[in-house]
């Protein structure tokens, strides 16, 4: 798959082109969408402000997203504090590793 840029996938996210109906997470999560949030133009995390229900629990903090899920070790999300309030990560295409193999 032909890696689309990040900025366009912010694009979709923010006006909502995207289908809502049975959202899960990589866990199986049910995921509903309450205020998808604003555009962050600064450093730090793509989507501040967001409010999500995941698994009848409701959460406010930001989103990251990515073309691929492995992009934020890539990135180094992970040791980055800016990003200890991030609720959702998005990415289009899921990556996991396994046994230190990209799967």
Partial sequence: ???IPEEYI??????GLFDHIDLRGTEGEELE????GILNRE??????????RIDGQVWVG???????SSDWNLHHHDQDGAYD???LHVSVVHVFVLSGHIK
């Avoid at 969408?33 to 998808?36: A, H, K, L, T």
């Avoid at 450093?43 to 999500?52: C, E, F, K, Q, V």
């Avoid at 930001?62 to 691929?68: A, S, V, Y």
């Fill in 85 to 87: 309030n991030v609720i």
């Fill in 33 to 36: 969408i309450i205020e998808r």
């Fill in 1 to 3: 798959m032909k890696r």
């Fill in 43 to 52: 450093s730090g995390p793509d989507i501040r402000d967001a409010r999500l």
């Fill in 10 to 15: 912010h694009f979709i996210w923010t006006k």
């Fill in 62 to 68: 930001n989103i990251e997203i990515h073309f691929k």
